[in-house]
Each structure stands twice: as C-alpha cells, then as structure tokens.
C-alpha cells in the first residue's frame, strides 16, 4: 500500500514504491519514516512542504484525516494482530479545539490514547526531532509531551493519557475515555461570582409636601 507526496516547491515526487537509491533510501520505504535528514532532492524544501496524495493539508479536518491516515497505516501494515493492541478498536480523533498555535484533541487507537498537539504552521515545531521531550502548558497544568513526525503533517506534539488499550471493551468506552480525558486536562475556565444586586432603598410612605405643593411649597 504505497502512496506518492509531491513537494509544493517544485513538484518532486517522492514515490514510496521506488524509494530514493540516490540516497539509500530502498523502495517500499514509507514517507512517514523517511530519516530526520531527508529534503526535498530538487528543491531542498522541509519534508512537511510535501503534499499527500488526500491533497493540501490546509485545514483542520485535511490534518486530523492526515494524521488518521498514518496511523491506520501503521496499524494495518506495523502494528496488527501484536498483543499490546485490542482489535476491538479502531482509529478515531475527537474533541479537536483551538490551543496554542493551533489545535488540541484526543486520537484513539489499537494500541494508545494520546493527547495530540497539531500547529497550524507546520514550520512551529519543525527544530525538534521525532521523541524529544516537549513541554507543553494546559490549563490543568504542566505536562512532558514528546514531539513525534507525522509524514507530510510534519511534527505534532503527544501526551500518552493510556497505553495498555487492552482495558476497553470495544471504541465506545475509548471515545468515552478520550472525553473524559479532554475534560480534564481543559476544563472551561471558571466563571467569576455574579455579583450581588444592591438592595434596593426603602421609599417612604405617602407623597411629600415638595410633590405635593411643589418646589416653592412650605
């Protein structure tokens, strides 16, 4: 199951069918495991420059479809049928909202729950390579992510909430996991105390004599 990325710059495609020999890199040779190192060959762009063959990654949902993508894969051809994965589950994303300089939400798989940070401009964390240690600020507080390299997605940041899935009946009970997970590490932010109205001031009884006769009145 190979698929062909084109670099935005100048068109280059990478073929992992073919690979690239003139760089040792052997055929069959997924996009998404290409070595730190590798650049586009005709122009130099960053591997991130590259769209897959889905399209542009110019939205959330292209990204979140992306990101799937990739994961299914390693599901299909890595990762199906070892004992740290339930089959029970598929891969699924929930709950993506705006945070930092780009988006946060929850990604379900066979084999994890993670809490994934995808930037808006894939050059936001481009200096950091695929396991670093980076730490991110929620609004429940500090957390250790690790930076992980996600194909043409470029570097997204990982919070690994559960890893032993086999805990799940079936994906209903990891999707409800993944919410309650969401729910806690960002919770709305408080709301400040109604303030209390002024209790109103007590009229007297009756009319004065000042509106009775009027200002000139004794």
């Not at 598929?90 to 709950?95: E, F, K, L, N, S």
């Not at 705006?98 to 988006?103: L, Q, T």
């Not at 050059?123 to 992510?145: H, I, K, V």
Request: net charge negative; aromatic share 10%.
């Amino acid at each position: 199951m190979s698929a062909a990325f084109s670099c935005a710059g100048c068109g280059f495609v990478y073929d992992e069918a073919a690979g690239d020999a003139a760089r040792g890199l052997p055929p069959g040779l997924r996009f998404d495991r290409l070595p730190d190192y590798w650049r586009c060959p005709g122009c130099g762009g960053p591997q991130h420059a590259f769209v897959p063959p889905e399209g542009p990654l110019d939205s959330l949902d292209a990204k979140i479809a992306a990101l799937l993508a990739v994961y299914r894969r390693v599901w299909v051809e890595d990762m199906g049928g070892t004992l740290i994965c339930n089959p029970a589950l598929d891969v699924a994303a929930i709950g993506f909202r705006p945070f930092g300089p780009g988006w946060a939400g929850a990604v379900v798989s066979p084999w994890f729950l993670n809490i994934a940070l995808i930037p808006a401009d894939p050059d936001c964390w481009a200096g950091l390579r695929d396991g670093d240690e980076a730490p991110e600020t929620l609004p429940a507080g500090a957390y250790n992510f690790n930076a992980a390299r996600v194909g043409a997605l470029g570097t997204i940041k990982t919070l690994a909430v559960v890893s032993a899935m086999n805990v799940f009946a079936g994906q209903a009970e990891a999707l409800a996991a993944a919410e309650m997970a969401l729910a806690q590490l960002f919770p709305p932010p408080s709301q400040p105390e109604p303030t209390p109205e002024p209790e109103p001031t007590p009229q007297k009884a009756g009319l004065s004599r000042r509106a009775l006769f009027g200002r000139g009145g004794a």
